[in-house]
Every structure is written in structure tokens, then in C-alpha cells.
């Protein structure tokens, strides 16, 4: 049986390491964004997103199944490309194959990319995010039928 891991950063050479404010309960893992007055979970699925990861608070002995409470200093990284991270996955989420494109969930987690279909002759307008993938599944992770949230190895785009 493979050990899953105790951090959420697995390649850490090239993750800037910043702290902030949590406006929100967040789990180490989530897909997180900053706004004015401190952090939240990144609420546009499909959005553009930064690459911006929940970690934990090792400083409060906390480990990453704890979650931050509102209010309480969080810490969290921005991977560059390449950089591994052990992203979030919620209850009851799409499979997501090995290799495929992962996008912000809306809720703070990751799931599979859905690109936008785009018809040029029909009067429709369309948004087209251009920074909407935040990173490639290292392994597959099927949810789907699964009550609890879970995480999966990314790297980062």
C-alpha cells in the first residue's frame, strides 16, 4: 500500500512561501485566491486562477487534514512550473486521469479541465480564460463515488 504524503508541497525548490489572513474556513490543499482583505478559496470554476495552494499550520501542530479556522494566519505557496503539490479534490468530483489538465473547481478545489467550446458564426458571447489550468495530474483520481474530499499530486503549469 503506498504511504500518502504529510505535506502539500512535494517539490519545494521553486515554491514561493507567503502567509495571510483567512477569510474562510480553508483545508491545506485548496486552490486559494487573494482579495483585499485577506484569502479565500478560488471561486470561479473555470476561471483564470493563480497558482496559489493552502498549506498547513505546522507552526500550531496542526497537520494537513486541519483546517484553518476564519480568521487565523494561514501559510501557502505559489509553485512555479514543475513544482508538485498535493492538490484538493472534493466529495463527489469527476475522475481525473493521469496527465490530464486540472482547473479551479470554484470552491477551492481542482478538477478536471473543461475547455470552452467556442461557435464563430452564432452571436453568443463567449468568455475565454486564458490562465485557467493550474497544473497536470501526476496520478489518477476517481471521486466520483466518494463521500469525502481527497487530494491528488499535480504539477504545476
Known amino acids: 500500500m503506498a504511504t500518502l504524503p504529510k505535506v502539500i508541497f512535494l517539490k519545494t525548490e521553486s515554491v514561493i512561501f507567503k502567509s495571510g489572513k483567512a477569510l474562510e ?4 490543499g485548496m486552490l486559494i485566491e487573494e482579495v483585499s482583505t485577506g484569502l479565500q478559496k478560488a471561486s470561479v470554476a473555470g476561471g483564470n486562477a493563480r497558482k496559489m495552494f493552502a498549506d498547513f499550520q505546522d507552526y500550531f501542530g496542526k497537520g494537513i487534514d486541519d483546517a484553518c479556522a476564519v480568521g487565523d494566519k494561514i501559510p501557502y ?3 512555479a512550473p514543475g513544482s508538485e503539490v498535493y492538490a ?6 469527476t475522475a481525473i486521469t493521469f496527465g490530464a489538465p486540472v482547473q479551479s473547481d470554484g470552491a477551492g478545489g481542482v478538477m478536471v479541465h473543461t475547455p470552452t467550446s467556442v461557435v464563430e458564426s452564432g452571436s453568443a458571447t463567449k468568455v475565454i480564460y486564458a490562465d485557467v489550468i493550474v497544473g497536470y495530474a501526476k496520478e489518477a483520481v476517481d471521486n466520483s463515488a466518494v463521500l469525502t474530499a481527497t487530494r491528488i499530486k499535480i504539477e504545476a503549469a
Open 25 to 28: 474556513i480553508i483545508t491545506p
Open 77 to 79: 505557496g505559489v509553485p
Open 88 to 93: 484538493y479534490v472534493a466529495a463527489s468530483a
